[in-house]
């Protein structure tokens, strides 16, 4: 049985905005599953949904299997429970929600005694092991968040989604707001804790660079679907999606000799999830769309061994590869 199997979620939010439209992916333990796509693609959304955060009102179809049991028909009882036990989430910007008035060292204590049943003095003990996990000293227990940096804040904020021994850790962009050192060194720091506590893994970005190097298996999501899965690396370096593609080639590898020549963009925006078009919703910013995509949905089609992506070009003899996308960016992996 896997550790997390999602089959064709779908939210909507209470305006109407599809958000996230029929995903399946699936994780085992010990593993990482890295979700790209950029800003409003629903990926933050996805996350949430898996721990059923969403705002009052949003509709949530499908299911959401964590160790085999659907977290979208628990009671409220016990998804609180899960959602520090089984599974975890480091949000976004999570650093910046850290409270002021109090020591590190009893926030990250607080959930240890909610759901461990420690005693006061167990649960700071185990916040000063935890910090000491993350890579800072446990008398830093007694700091308070200004006093610490933001990478430091940001490696609290992971302490603390360790604190109870989840089973799934969810990061949705940790290193967005921290600079690129600091983000190597988190990242690494989570890569070393999943490997070490077997534990599963969903890390959130938009920089597909960051994903194909830290993760097992690379999920794109564009407006609300899952565009194109597959191993991580093979994803990042040979595309088989125009989106995952466009985006691969968005954010090059740093010291990547390709990456001296200007990354090519890609102009315009995702849609609005409540105004989706019609067909494969890429076809109005895909280069190499046919007329058929305008008015044909894609689903996600074998693209290779446990390789999927949803494109009409995919196990034609139109493939990508043979495509104009991949002549233009001439950079063979
Ligand atoms: P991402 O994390 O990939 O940037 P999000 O999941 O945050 O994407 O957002 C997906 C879409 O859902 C966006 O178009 C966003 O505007 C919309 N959305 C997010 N939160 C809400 C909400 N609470 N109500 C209505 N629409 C929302
Ligand atoms: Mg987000």
């Known amino acids: 049985m896997s550790l997390l199997e999602v089959r064709d979620l779908t939210v909507t ?19 990482k599953l890295g979700v790209a796509g950029e800003s409003g693609c629903g990926k933050s959304t996805l ?19 964590l160790d085999g049991e659907d977290v979208l028909a628990m009671t409220w009882g016990r998804v609180r429970a899960v959602r520090w ?53 446990a008398a830093r227990t007694r700091a308070y968040p200004h006093e610490l940096s933001g990478g430091q804040r940001q490696r609290v904020m992971i302490a603390m989604a360790l604190a109870c021994a989840p089973r799934l850790i969810v990061a949705d962009e940790p290193t967005t707001a921290l600079d690129v050192m600091i983000q ?51 994803v990042y370096q040979a595309a088989r999606h125009p989106y995952a593609e466009a985006l691969s080639a968005a954010f090059p590898r740093i010291g990547d000799p390709a990456s001296r020549f200007a990354p090519r963009g890609l102009a315009g925006d995702p849609p609005d999830p409540s105004a989706l078009p019609s067909g494969c919703a890429f076809h109005p910013r895909c280069p190499v769309a046919l007329e ?42």
């Not at 209470?14 to 995903?23: E, F, L, Q, S």
């Not at 590190?104 to 996990?133: F, M, N, V, Y």
């Not at 074998?302 to 950079?331: F, I, K, Y």
């Open 13 to 31: 939010y209470p305006g109407g905005a599809a958000a996230v439209r029929g995903v399946d992916l699936r994780l085992e333990a010990g593993r």
């Open 47 to 65: 996350a949430l949904a898996l721990l059923r955060l969403l705002p009052a009102g949003t509709r949530i179809g499908g299911r959401v299997l």
């Open 85 to 137: 036990a089984g599974a975890s989430i480091v949000f976004q910007g999570a650093m910046h929600s850290l409270n002021p008035v109090h020591r590190i060292g009893d926030q990250i204590a607080e959930p240890i005694l909610l759901h461990r049943r420690a005693t006061p003095a167990g649960a700071r003990s185990k916040a000063g092991e935890l910090l000491e996990q993350v890579g800072l000293p």
């Open 184 to 234: 190597a060194q988190i990242l690494r720091l989570v890569e070393r804790l999943v490997a070490d506590q077997d534990v599963g893994l969903i890390m959130i970005s938009h920089d597909l660079a960051v994903l194909a190097d830290t993760c097992d298996r690379l999920a794109v999501m564009y407006a609300g679907r899952v565009v194109e899965e597959g191993p991580a690396r093979e």
């Open 292 to 333: 058929s995509c305008a008015s044909e949905d894609q689903p996600l089609r074998e693209a290779g061994p446990r390789r999927w992506a949803a494109c009409v070009r995919v196990g034609r003899d139109t493939g990508p590869e043979a495509g104009p996308l991949e002549e233009a960016r001439g950079n063979t992996p």
